[in-house]
């Protein structure tokens, strides 16, 4: 960890800052009263985490777990690790959740809406395969929102309790309080000039703050599986859930699909 | 910027390190008590210098000019038109033995400001002289020690010192955000023969005093006064060895001091402050750089730029709150930061902002303040003193062609020096 900011802000205090590159984005940490050895500890910790996360699900990555099934799935049961396994079926059911809004195989090369049923897992053999041969996986609108619920994990085995810690600045989790106040204070900061009206300040407390959006009209990245086209539109959609995974999925989802709302009832949040 | 603003703008409640970082900041620490308090003073040579720092006494409550002296009648009488009921003298010691006259400000030029300042200590005034101090470090010696005998406010026009963005980037690189610090850069560039009007050929060398040896040092008093002290500031200690080099490159019209000048400053642990100053090409600019080994501070352009991967100036401004006990809101939850849209380093700006002041105005009314208060915030007279005494000794070393060293007879107690007992 060799970016990082600790100051003792009084006999009885102190403040940690790190920041690192990962997931194709930033990661800022702040936690509060964990003296220096500690807080270098527990920053490396999560940054091994998150770069192992990256490792396992980074489709752009040949080496990761993800492509070398994106490869080879479709032509022959692949072996699959437990955890990989079990993220990929908790998204499948989100998909289902959603009307099929959060889509993880968005990226295959067919239209097909019942794509994910092709997917096939044997928990007897850990494997997975592809019945079609066009599938493709991508988790990059999930594995954010996974690995900040992996960091919550960490804070607490180090007995970290005052915590703010952002993914790219839309995944964030804030743990506790701020030293000075109740939960922490944050607010949306979208650039795109349509954007800055609805620029809103929340105050968290043991909870994620997700968000999904164009920053502007030119810079596009999420496709409507309905449509199979990108969202257009410089706006944005933010979220406040108990875990950073579901954040990911009704972020995307309601930025996708706005209208769905009244249907995402069984999912505990806060729509901002 | 007035006075509450640039404290706010610090965060000066209860910030520790920036306490510790500038403590002359202390010079405000009694506004709220000193508003219906004026402070009775006397402008010694208002040319140009001076009526800058009028332009700003004009518009504080608590100063007033009562007593001017000049031997140049239109500086006189610009400084009339600002304060019509000042006493006029053409005599300093007369304006000194004005018993109203609580402080002065001398803004002479270099080679009077010795005795002028010497005298108005014995007087019983507080004292305000433009950088530099003297024309030798023996004379700045002088000057300080009459200071610490009459026990009189003392300050040194350097008015970096209360610049905010020198202030914030003392904090934060004494906080050790940009890491170990491994060097600097000063330079000022010019094109420009520096040159003021002169209505008649006898006053060229009394208006054009800063060309001429029996007057001045050149850029190193008149410009590297400004800069030398920011690599000591940021050190915390007084580079102990100095080189360098001058000459008269371009404008070879008659002038006495260099147009052309460079200097290397050596720390105890080998870290160097390169300093240069050339006036006849101005591409460059002005600037210090500091160069930490996790990133680089430009404080005269406002900015600060990391070496590698950026901290968010958010999670920055967090953690500022958090040493100064503020809990506000963090502006930076949106849309995914990707790196392509983020890979120029364009840097960040020190307070936030585009600078709006260099630190004079607050400087003077600093002084002012002290004058009310009667209490010399603590370290100005002694940052003042090594400004000078520094340049003075880069231009020792550039008249010698020597390295030379700074001499014990003249180091004060401070930072790393111990003054010598006999």
Redesign the interface.
């Known amino acids: 960890m060799s970016?990082y900011?600790f100051?003792q802000?009084d006999p009885e205090?102190t403040?940690f800052?790190a920041?690192?590159?990962a997931m194709?984005?930033?990661i800022?940490m702040?936690w509060?009263n964990l003296m220096e050895e500690e807080s270098v500890c527990l920053g490396n910790k999560i940054q091994e985490e998150i770069k192992r996360l990256e490792k396992m699900a980074n489709r752009f990555d040949p080496a990761s777990e993800l492509a070398v099934i994106n490869r080879l799935a479709s032509s022959q049961p692949i072996g699959i690790s437990e955890e990989l396994g079990q993220i990929l079926q908790e998204c499948i059911g989100y998909n289902q959740k959603t009307f099929g809004v959060f889509d993880i195989t968005i990226q295959s090369n067919n239209n097909d809406r019942n794509r994910t049923d092709h997917i096939v897992f044997d928990p007897d053999n850990q494997t997975i395969f592809f019945q079609n041969a066009d599938i493709q996986l991508d988790l990059s609108g999930y594995i954010k929102g996974y690995a900040l619920d992996k960091v919550k994990e960490l804070l607490t085995a180090y007995g970290c309790c005052d915590a703010?810690v952002?993914i790219?600045?839309?995944s964030?989790f804030a743990m506790g309080n701020?030293?000075?106040?109740s939960g922490?204070?944050?607010?949306?900061?979208?650039?795109g000039g349509a954007l800055s009206a609805e620029?809103k300040?929340v105050t968290l407390y043991n909870e994620f703050?997700t968000?999904?959006?164009?920053?502007t009209e030119e810079?596009k990245h999420i496709i409507d599986p309905a449509t199979g086209h990108y969202v257009t539109g410089a706006r944005?959609v933010?979220v406040i859930t108990e875990t950073g995974a579901i954040g990911e999925v009704l972020s995307k989802t309601l930025f996708i699909a706005p209208k769905i709302i009244p249907l995402l009832r069984p999912f505990r949040q806060v729509f901002l | 910027m007035e006075r509450r603003e640039f404290l706010k703008s610090l965060g000066v409640a209860g910030g520790t390190?920036l306490a510790a970082s500038s403590p002359w900041l202390s010079a405000f620490s009694e506004v709220d008590h000193t508003n219906n308090s004026r402070a009775k003073l006397g402008i010694i040579g208002p040319g140009s210098r001076g009526q800058f720092l009028l332009s700003f006494l004009k518009k504080n409550p608590n100063a007033d000019i009562i007593a001017l002296c000049d031997v140049y009648q239109p500086s006189i009488d610009q400084t009339l038109k600002l304060y019509p009921q000042a006493k006029v003298y053409k005599d300093y010691r007369a304006l000194l033995e004005n018993k109203e006259v609580e402080g002065v400000i001398v803004t002479t030029p270099l080679n009077t400001h010795c005795q002028i300042v010497l005298d108005a200590f014995d007087a019983g005034k507080h004292v305000f002289c433009e950088k530099a101090l003297a024309m030798t470090i023996e004379d700045c010696h002088k000057m300080y020690q009459k200071h610490r005998e009459t026990g009189k406010i003392f300050f040194v026009g350097q008015q970096r010192l209360f610049d905010p963005r020198y202030i914030k980037t003392m904090e934060m690189v004494h906080?050790?955000?940009f890491g170990e610090l491994e060097g600097f850069r000063a330079f000022w560039f010019r094109n420009n023969d520096w040159r003021r009007y002169v209505p008649s050929p006898e006053l060229e060398r009394h208006i054009n005093w800063r060309l001429y040896k029996e007057y001045s040092r050149g850029l190193m008093t008149e410009l590297a006064c400004h800069q030398i002290q920011i690599g000591s500031w940021a050190m915390r200690e007084i580079p102990n060895k100095v080189m360098g080099h001058g000459a008269i490159t371009h404008w070879k019209d008659q002038r006495e001091v260099y147009d052309n000048v460079s200097c290397i400053y050596v720390f105890d642990n080998g870290v160097k402050l390169n300093y240069e100053s050339v006036i006849s090409n101005k591409f460059y600019g002005l600037e210090e750089q500091i160069l930490g080994h996790?990133g680089t501070v430009e404080p005269e352009r406002g900015k600060y730029y990391f070496e590698?991967?950026?901290?968010?100036p958010?999670?920055?401004q967090?953690?500022n709150?958090?040493?100064n006990?503020?809990?506000?809101?963090?502006?930076?939850?949106?849309?995914?930061?990707?790196?392509e849209?983020a890979n120029v380093n364009h840097g960040e700006y020190i307070i936030g902002e585009k600078p709006t002041t260099d630190g004079t105005s607050l400087l003077i009314d600093a002084y002012v303040e002290a004058v009310i208060t009667r209490q010399q915030p603590k370290n100005i007279a002694e940052e003042g003193y090594y400004a000078s005494a520094l340049c003075l000794l880069g231009h020792d070393a550039i008249e010698t062609e020597q390295i030379l060293t700074f001499p014990d007879e003249y180091k004060l107690n401070y930072l790393n020096h111990k003054k010598m007992t006999v």
Request: hydrophobic content about 35%; overall charge negative; glycine content about 8%.
């Open positions: 970016s900011i100051r802000t205090s403040v800052y920041w690192f590159e194709h984005t930033r800022d702040v509060c703010l952002s790219g600045n839309s964030v701020h030293p000075m106040g922490w204070k944050v607010s949306t900061q979208y650039t620029n300040e703050l968000t999904s959006g164009n920053e810079r944005a933010s | 390190v906080a050790g955000t996790l590698t991967f950026d901290p968010a958010g999670f920055l967090l953690v709150d958090l040493e006990k503020l809990f506000k809101s963090l502006p930076f939850a949106g849309t995914s930061w990707a790196p849209t």
